[in-house]
């Protein structure tokens, strides 16, 4: 039997154990959502208020040239890209995800002017699907083939007509993690671009765009990057493409001298032909709180102690819960799984809603997957103890049967 007191065991030679006294978490919690939205910095309501209080307050327009609002797309997206091993110069942080993905699939179809398909996957998060869908409203000239409706495996559907393959790292609900080099290097020789999707890996596991050979990559810092509700998202183009792309929100934020006030649209020639208008300075402050708390972590450590949480919660969920009609629905073996574990149960919805009112904060989507998730910056292996200790008691009491558990809200 693995104990409780063998988890703090665990706790007490961790290598990342300080790591938790830079984000604010609040007294009794337990969180295992940070896969949806990561927990405060503590470092970002100081850069906040000089933000606010002293670069917009005092300073005002001169904050754009003083205090580099103007740079920060690109001061952040080098950040960023040190996380998903891009080089600086190719990342820019801005927007929002699904915004973001609208830009790079029509980047992709710039560089491929005579091919018309588009490959996903069926069991994408819904907003990649959307996008590519009012891609189309721009293109009916396209088609495209989804990964479980057109074929199994997304392997099969890549061949000499595809234009462009949008690809999640990992997916939203198992927690499935994607081989980035493989696809990568399949999609190239069909003569394809693709289109990473790195919002569930951004942060908690070591990615390597360059090294990959990536086209094409965008993510959302309000996860793993614990950013900020709302925080403006990433996109990475690979410098080979730089100037050959085209993408269709061609704002001024995205010309080459925007500030010659030209007639014509003229644009960047490096990675900020991505950019499209103002972007919110605030809310780039707040993401650098986040960047900042990961800043010199070992991706290598967090990967590792990621797979031994989940490991673990995999492991006591099974020991204590059996019978209760539970099934895993996340890759067993740790190499293939991301930073969460989904467990299936006919009553998931329920049971999540028990375990929130327990303060175990994990979440539910549709049909019936319930998510937690492990973020190894701030959660400790106690964290994981309890967390299957309170499920193995939600479900042998049958608390999650009270009718307040049934009632679903806006947001799940
Ligand atoms: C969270 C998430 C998004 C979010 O997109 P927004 O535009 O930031 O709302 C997109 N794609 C995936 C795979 C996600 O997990």
């Known amino acids: 039997m693995f104990t409780r007191q063998d988890a703090e ?25 940070g ?30 040239n003083k205090a580099g609002w103007f740079k920060l797309t690109d001061t952040l997206g080098d950040r960023v ?45 819904p907003t990649d699907l959307y996008m590519i869908d009012g891609v189309i409203q721009t293109r009916p000239d396209l088609t495209v083939r989804l990964e479980g409706r057109d074929a199994v495996t997304l392997e099969e559907l890549i061949d000499e007509t595809v234009a462009v393959v949008l690809v ?33 890996s951004a942060g908690n596991m070591p990615v390597d765009l360059d090294g990959c050979d990536a086209d094409f990559a965008v993510g959302c810092s309000y996860k793993y990057l614990n950013g900020g509700p709302g925080a403006p998202a990433f996109i990475y183009a690979a410098r080979r493409h730089h100037g050959q792309f085209r993408q269709p929100l061609s704002g001024w934020w995205g010309h080459q001298a925007p500030f010659e ?27 650098k709180a986040g960047l900042d708390a990961v ?7 967090i990967r590792q102690k990621s797979m031994a949480m989940t490991d673990l919660f995999i492991r006591l969920v099974e020991e204590r819960c059996e019978g209760y009609g539970l099934s895993l629905f996340s890759p ?47 959660l400790r292996f106690a964290d994981v103890w309890d967390a299957a200790d309170h499920l193995e008691q939600v479900l042998r009491t049958e608390e999650w049967r009270q009718d307040r558990f049934q009632v679903k809200g806006e947001v799940t």
């Open 9 to 33: 065991t665990l706790d007490q030679t961790d290598p990342l154990r300080d790591y938790r006294q830079r984000f604010r978490l609040p007294e009794g919690m337990i969180y295992l959502d």
């Open 35 to 64: 896969n949806s939205l990561g927990p405060a910095p503590k470092s970002v309501f100081e850069e906040l208020a000089s933000a606010a209080g002293t670069e917009w307050a005092d300073d005002l327009i001169t904050s754009w």
């Open 81 to 125: 890209g040190q996380l998903v091993g891009a080089a600086p110069g190719q990342c820019v942080v801005c927007d929002t995800t699904s915004i973001n993905i609208y830009k790079a699939l029509h980047a992709a179809l710039s560089l491929r002017p005579d091919r018309t398909v588009i490959v996903s996957e069926g069991g994408s998060f």
């Open 168 to 200: 999640n790292q990992v997916d939203y609900r198992s927690g499935r993690i994607r081989d980035m080099a493989k696809v990568t290097e399949q999609a190239h020789k069909a003569g394809a671009i693709v289109v990473w999707d790195l919002c569930h």
């Open 261 to 287: 006030f030209n007639q014509n649209y003229q644009a960047d020639p490096g990675i900020r032909a991505m950019l499209c208008g103002t972007q919110p300075i605030l809310s780039l402050r707040a993401m």
């Open 295 to 301: 800043a010199d972590v070992d991706l290598q450590l």
């Open 332 to 378: 067993r073996e740790a190499r293939m799984r991301g930073s969460q574990v989904s467990f299936r149960h006919e009553n998931g919805f329920a049971i999540v809603q028990a375990l929130i009112d327990r303060k175990v904060i994990g979440d539910f989507r549709k049909p019936d997957i319930m998510r937690f998730g492990f973020a190894p910056l701030y």
